[in-house]
């Protein structure tokens, strides 16, 4: 088995990506600044003989000895939280890490995964979002630093499958929740769970009518892991279509946590889109892939995951 090389691997998604790579026997490089990322999330294999561990800034070029059958440019704070914190890493490791990340797969000959976002198609006024659609962003809002990154990186990894020949897919992932999200990554899960498990109020910005759809993490890499493998540049939305307000997600977080938390309202943040649902026909046709998970069962084990690192804070 080839080595899989993964930017961003410590990251939430990017650990996980880890762990399937080396499940299908691949050796693995993880690439990562741990600017948002964390070496607990590669606790389980870190001992494993075939992975390892290079702690680099991807927006700097950087090497991979030997050869390299797969990547996945996974890097880049992802959370609000994180990039409007980091507003300029971000654009970097949009722009200048993807281009390095390509070079790279140019140079070894390597199929590469993008991971671009749902955030491209910005607020819709298409509904549900399909990868024909160019989407409605603002260029210079607070979010646009994400937004516009990704949007570019997009750009570059079709001018380097253009020009070059470089064997490029594109994922725009849509929301998704699972174990080692960050506690305090500013999106709606961690914040409702957090809330809930502490008793505290429950934030609902808005009217709380905006809608958005939940991926759990496993169906996600289920269908990131096939993208590697199939021989299309076109992009592939990833997500899960089933839709709800964000007042129904509260409720169903309660429920999971059995928590008798209130709610508080708060103003709806700049730019923040009013609905989101992905259209996955194209990865059900080019990937044979669906969601599996169920949300009662996908939080379950995510407020199990919550509960414990929450216990651990405490205690230290």
Request: glycine share 10%; aromatic share 8%.
């Amino acid at each position: 088995m080839g080595r899989i090389v993964i930017t961003g691997g410590a990251g939430f998604i990017g650990s996980h990506l880890a762990e399937r790579a080396l499940a299908e026997g691949h050796e693995v490089r993880v690439v990562d600044n741990l600017i948002t990322g964390s070496l607990d999330n590669l606790a389980k294999i870190a001992g494993n003989p075939r992975f390892s561990f290079q702690r680099h800034d991807v927006s700097v070029p950087f090497e991979v000895e030997g050869p390299v059958e797969g990547i996945f440019h996974f890097a880049s704070p992802a959370s609000p939280e994180d990039y409007l914190g980091h507003p300029i890493p971000t654009l970097k490791v949009g722009s200048l890490g993807t281009h390095n990340a390509l070079g790279l797969a140019k140079a070894k000959g390597a199929a590469i995964v993008i991971a671009s976002t749902s955030e491209v198609y910005g607020d819709p006024k298409v509904h549900p979002q399909t990868e024909s659609y160019w989407g409605n962003v603002n260029p210079v809002g607070p979010r646009s630093c994400y937004d516009e990154a990704k949007r570019f990186a997009e750009a570059m990894t079709m001018a380097y499958h253009r020009m070059h020949g470089v064997r490029t897919r594109i994922v725009r992932i849509f929301n998704t929740y699972g174990p080692r999200m960050g506690l305090k990554d500013g999106r709606v899960l961690p914040n409702f769970v957090c809330q809930a498990i502490r008793g505290e109020p429950l934030t609902i910005y808005g009217d709380g009518s905006q809608t958005r759809s939940f991926c759990y993490v496993d169906d996600l890499v289920e269908g990131v892991w096939r993208l590697l493998w199939v021989e299309d540049s076109d992009p592939v939305n990833i997500g899960n279509p089933d839709e709800m307000t964000i007042l129904q997600f509260a409720q169903r977080i309660l429920a999971a946590t059995g928590s008798k938390s209130p709610m508080a309202r708060k103003p709806l943040p700049a730019d923040d889109p009013k609905v989101r649902r992905p259209d996955i026909s194209r990865a059900q046709k080019l990937l044979g892939w669906s969601p599996k998970v169920p949300l009662e069962a996908g939080l379950e084990k995510t407020v199990r995951d919550f509960r414990a690192r929450l216990g651990m804070q405490v205690a230290t």
